[in-house]
């Protein structure tokens, strides 16, 4: 099987297409979206719609739950605030009703799906250090864990039976074609497909992971997209310009 994996799409319809049109070029047989899909960009609907017609398998995320009251808008900072609420006036009350339904881990052949980590899904923590890794290969029943939320591609193997971490990828070149060697009885793994909409790693392309549990591969692909015209989007709807700024320079 062939997966495409999508994380942090926020509501950037630009990025969002030049993705698509790069997965189209691979046969992919099943598309992944590790959630927020809405929240800073200009197009939240069309997002949505995108996903839809895909069929994706999506898990929510902090700013497509945060839209539907299941969390307090006093979690976010002062510019993500602002882009919430403007966000929950463009949808329709089936799309907020779609976004409310979003189960907060899946699973998905041999892939665990989850926004924030597996140890509190509900919290939207940020993966941050080993242990907290380690904490979410243990729980992690799947061969893969593939999480999003901080917008920055890693790729990590773990050794069950000796209960520690034996790779870490976090290098653009290394991540492009990720080996999946070890023996399926012992490893766990956790991939961060990185962000389509707002990638924070210093690179402005939007970012996409493929994994091919076949020929054992995982790849984190950058796709260059049309940056100027969704800043001119979210100018245009009035939304903080922060949030266009920082699509230029991917922080
Ligand atoms: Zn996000």
């Known amino acids: 099987m062939k997966y ?27 598309y992944l979206c590790l959630g927020d899909v809405v ?28 839209c539907v009251g299941k969390l307090g808008l006093d979690w976010f900072h ?9 966000t929950r006036e463009q949808l329709s009350f089936a799309e907020l009703d779609g976004l409310r339904r979003l189960p907060l881990t899946a699973t998905e052949g041999p892939l665990t799906l989850v926004h924030g980590t597996l140890t509190h899904p509900e919290r939207f923590e940020y993966l941050v250090d080993f242990a907290q890794a380690v904490e979410m290969l243990e729980r992690c029943r799947t061969l893969m864990c593939l999480l999003g ?40 793994y956790l991939v961060n497909p990185g962000s389509v909409g707002q990638p924070r790693d210093g690179d402005p392309r939007a970012s996409v992971a ?6 054992r591969r995982v790849a984190v692909e950058r796709v260059p997209y049309d940056v100027a015209a969704a800043q ?20």
Request: hydrophobic share 45%; charged share 30%; with cysteine.
């Open 149 to 188: 939320h901080t917008h920055v591609p890693l790729f990590i193997e773990y050794d069950r039976p000796q209960r520690r971490i034996v790779r870490v990828l976090t290098v653009a070149e290394e991540l492009r074609d990720v080996a999946v060697q070890g023996d399926p009885a012992t490893r766990r």
């Open 4 to 30: 495409a994996v999508l994380s942090d799409i926020h509501g950037n319809l630009e990025a969002l297409s030049a993705v698509m049109e790069r997965l189209n070029a691979e046969r992919i047989d099943r």
């Open 232 to 251: 001119r989007k979210i100018r245009q709807a009035g939304l903080p310009a922060f949030l266009a700024d920082r699509l230029a320079i991917g922080r």
């Open 78 to 86: 002062d510019t993500a605030r602002a882009a919430l609420e403007w």
């Open 39 to 66: 929240g800073y960009g200009a197009d939240p609907a069309a997002c949505l719609e995108r996903l839809e017609a895909c069929g994706a398998v999506t898990v929510g995320g902090n700013h497509d739950v945060a």
């Open 210 to 215: 493929i994994i091919d549990t076949d020929q």
